[in-house]
């Protein structure tokens, strides 16, 4: 972990939709090669605040720099160029484009050369991609289709890699497959902001995390001594007493396989 | 029914259907992209077409160059003319209710009608290239080479624009804009651009379709656009919305299955039975002959 300046830093973000505060001043850093995880209960502005860094939604207050540079006034599709990708909640692959195609826009902002040697490193990374090339990603599985999405925004190479909800809407199995992928590119020096409902997989990997309550942080600190904390074991892996669980507690996962 | 007749009617239907598949490639383009109906993608047809024939004159008499340079100029005028349109007409109401865009270029169409027919008059304009095209022999028959051409030109416009979205960058971004232009933003692509420039593409189509249309019947006229539009609205239909390769296929069964009617009933119930049939079609087949199942985001 560096000295110097985090790679991202956000500083009282706050997002409103129509007045309605969804994310409430928070303040948060991820340094170089880390991988840091929010958690939180539905609704508690998680994907606002990865939508707002990534530029989708308009930051009300406050200020998102990587590498120390403002991000506030970039507008959405130059920030990828600048270093920062979000697989956005929902995979959202282009189902009638080819797997390559996906890969292709993924590498939007980056020259042939670069786009070429991106290619390289996912199929490395995912050989059933390589495979299945050809194939439109919509008739690719659940799982297949996380892959692409992971894949497609690691073709732009990025600084930063935000994750949305990488687990959702995937069986058991498969979410251990991403979740093992996460600790592959972390190994490899990839820098993750990392949003999970799924809290105990994600405090399994994640170096720091963050608990956001009502947009909101409540809690922070080392991955490891939140999992261990009676609080948040209580209240978001779901451990203790079902009387000390509160009735904002998260739903249970959706597990759809597909 | 003689062969050479039957070949006659074959390269008629293909010529007019090549005009309504370039006129539903450029609508379904647009339609894709924006989400939205460009009503006034007949009258891009039109002006482009009043336009071309107010600088033909200037044009050197350079015989089958001289088509290439028309049908040049016409995919310039066009593209401008959408790119005007987009900016001014959809760009603005971008945010507001989806029947906004509707009535807009429903103004449009009837302003440009009218402002040409003012400044032109409503009577038939002569459109004439200066190339003597003559005809040609097809096995038993004789056609002209300008149905040929205009048929041939209907077929490599929209295979070299297949090539271009599938096999470009540019391409890849404006599909993409078209599918999710939400994720298309966050891979990078600036999809007011690319919205941009699907509307030209589209309105260049539009004024290709306009020249060759003027080429064909040897006229042109302040409301041409309103045949154009619905013709290639049904054309778009028959394909299914939102399929381009569908749009010339729809286009093409368009034009040859109005030939034969007119041949065989009669030209007086073409539009009544082409249009008796797109219900029938519409209601047995609602995503068209060509297309599959409309994902719901159409």
Known sequence: MSQSAPLLAVNDLTVTYGGIRAVDRISFSLNEGELVALIGANGAGKSSTLRAIAGIVPIAEGDVRLAGESLRTVPAHEIPRRGLVLVPEGRRVFGELTVLDNLYLGGYTRSPEERAAGLERVFALFPRLKERASQAAGTLSGGEQQMLAIGRALMANPRVLLLDEPSLGLAPVVVEQVFDLLRRLHAEGVSMLLVEQNARMALAVADRAYVLQTGRIVMSGAAAELAASDEVRARYLGAGRLSTVPLDAPAPEPEEAR | ?298
């Open chain 2, 1 to 298: 029914m003689t062969l050479p007749v039957l070949i006659d009617q074959l390269v008629s239907g293909l010529a007019i259907g090549g005009v309504y598949a370039l006129v539903a490639l450029g609508f379904a383009l647009i339609f894709g992209v924006l989400r939205a109906a460009q009503f006034a993608h007949g009258e891009v047809y039109m002006v482009v077409a009043f336009l071309v024939l107010a600088v033909l004159p200037w044009f050197p008499a350079l015989g089958p160059l001289q088509f290439l340079l028309v049908i040049v100029t016409a995919a310039i005028f066009g593209a401008i003319a959408g790119m005007l349109i987009e900016r001014g007409v959809f760009r603005p109401l971008a945010d507001a209710p989806h029947i906004a865009p509707i009535i807009s270029t429903i103004g449009l169409m009837i302003l440009l009608q009218n402002l040409v027919a003012y400044l032109k008059g409503s009577e038939l304009h002569r459109f004439a290239l200066a190339w003597p095209q003559g005809n040609v022999s097809v096995g038993p028959a004789s056609v002209p080479v300008l149905k040929l051409v205009i048929f041939g030109t209907a077929l490599v416009i929209p295979a070299l624009l297949q090539v271009a979205l599938t096999r470009t960058q540019l391409g890849r971004a404006i599909r993409a804009t078209a599918i999710d232009a939400e994720t298309a933003r966050l891979m990078g692509v600036n999809t007011a651009r690319t919205s941009l420039v699907a509307f030209a593409i589209g309105s260049a189509l539009a004024g290709i379709a306009g020249v060759l249309v003027g080429a064909l019947y040897g006229v042109v006229y302040s409301t041409m656009g309103v045949t154009a539009l619905v013709k290639g609205y049904a054309a778009t239909i028959i394909g299914g919305v939102g399929n381009l390769v569908g749009a010339v296929a729809g286009g093409l069964l368009l034009g040859l299955f109005e030939v034969f009617v007119a041949s065989y009933v009669s030209p007086r119930w073409t539009d009544a039975i082409v249009y008796t049939l797109l219900i029938v079609l519409l209601a047995l087949r609602p995503q068209g002959l060509v297309g599959r199942a409309i994902p719901e985001k159409l």
